[in-house]
């Protein structure tokens, strides 16, 4: 008999299933590289702004030396930006470490998590590796039901995940909704607030969670350089919380988490508005680019807040499979969300025009098939 190293909890992880790599897919389906379009991850269609990669040109300089722990240039940032004092800043190796970072500073094994029915796989990951109780709350309208979220806390409830909006579904929470969940969550229990997407919300929409986070010492909000900044490769995020929160974190964090050049990038991106505004813009042109060909296709899809929309593709459970293969035929790459229990839906990405119209023409073709 072989012997089973660790706990049963951690054996029972089924790992991350990201997006597939392009290098990967030319070689399985024995395609060329540059005629690859990949719109699984996503990634910002613009790739990374010009201004971080000349920070980071001049951050290669010292890549010799360990990185400022403490991340004194970002987090300077970040004040400048938000208004919160360092003190309340925790930098991430991406914004993925933050959510980590969170259960595992504040669940203990048998405790519960509360997250809602199909929103980002990680919590789930989060939540097994510290080997608590998950408590999923079913979707209303594939987003978060807050009302039922708040009648799941248990008195061993510890941490709650919210993404607003969500990945893979692309909801969104209005703030009145979110300010109502916070004012009757109990305060031993830590909500999460996951803003991965809050750059893309059309201004009328944006609300201001920081102020939340002064009036509510138990909630985190995390934001990443990932999406909207264009630097999902350096793996830069960050979480702002109280200092009774925020000490937690910082005491179990790897002291060097976040690398030199992710550090030197994201002080540039904070500051780029420029790049920020045109990711913006490219990503509301080609989520209407996407959505009127859906239309036109007659296919269901659900309203998107981020940068990515869910489509169903058929009414079968195997026709996310199978028109996933289909694509991926064709050298085009998008994210198919059986693990989240959605069989018959596609997640697609906003990528550039042409990569969108390569993406609508491939479907066509394999939707009239
Ligand atoms: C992409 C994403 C993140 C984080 O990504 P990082 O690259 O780790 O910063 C976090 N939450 C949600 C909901 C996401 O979709």
């Given at each position: ?138 979707a209303k309208n594939y987003g978060h ?21 969500n990945?893979?579904?692309?909801t ?198």
């Amino acid at each position: 008999m072989s012997i089973e190293f660790g706990p049963k909890y951690v054996r029972a992880i089924a790992p991350y299933q990201g997006g597939k790599p392009i290098a990967e897919v030319a070689r399985e389906f024995g395609l060329d590289e540059s005629n690859i379009v990949k719109l699984a991850s996503n990634e910002n269609p613009l790739g990374m702004p010009e201004s971080a990669r000349q920070a980071m040109l001049k951050a290669v300089a010292e890549i010799g030396r360990y990185p400022d722990s403490n991340g004194f240039e970002l987090k300077a940032a970040i004040t400048a930006k938000y208004g919160v004092p360092p003190e309340w800043i925790t930098l991430g190796n991406g914004s993925n470490d933050i959510l980590e970072l969170a259960a595992h500073a504040f669940v203990q094994p048998g405790q519960s998590v509360i997250y809602a029915q199909y929103s980002f796989a990680v919590y789930a990951l989060a939540t097994q590796a510290v080997g608590a109780q998950a408590i999923v709350v079913a979707a209303k309208n594939y987003g978060h039901d807050l009302d039922a979220m708040a009648r799941a806390i248990t008195a061993d409830t510890r941490l709650i995940f919210i993404a607003n909006p969500n990945n893979p579904t692309g909801t969104f929470l209005p703030a009145a909704e979110i300010e109502a969940f916070l004012k009757i969550v109990p305060p031993q229990v830590v909500v999460v607030l996951d803003e991965a997407y809050n750059e893309f919300l059309a201004p009328e929409l944006q609300y201001e969670s920081i102020a939340w986070v002064r009036q509510y010492p138990n909630l985190l909000v995390s934001r990443t350089l990932s999406k909207a900044y264009g630097l999902a490769g350096l793996r830069i995020g960050f979480g702002i919380a109280q200092p009774s929160i925020t000490d937690l974190l910082n005491r179990i964090r790897q002291p060097f988490n976040v690398n030199s050049l992710a550090q030197a990038a994201a002080v540039a991106a904070l500051n780029d508005s420029a790049f920020l505004q045109k990711s913006a813009k490219v990503n509301a042109d080609g989520y209407r680019q996407l959505t009127q060909a859906f239309d036109a296709m007659d296919l269901e899809y659900v309203p998107s807040f981020g940068n990515f929309v869910l489509v169903r593709v058929g009414n079968e459970d195997t026709a996310g499979a199978r028109v996933n293969i289909a694509l991926l035929k064709q050298g085009v790459i998008v994210r198919p969300v059986g693990n989240y229990g959605l069989p018959q839906w596609l997640r697609i990405s906003v990528g550039l025009p042409e990569e969108n119209a390569a993406f609508i023409a491939a479907l066509k073709k394999i939707l009239a098939a």
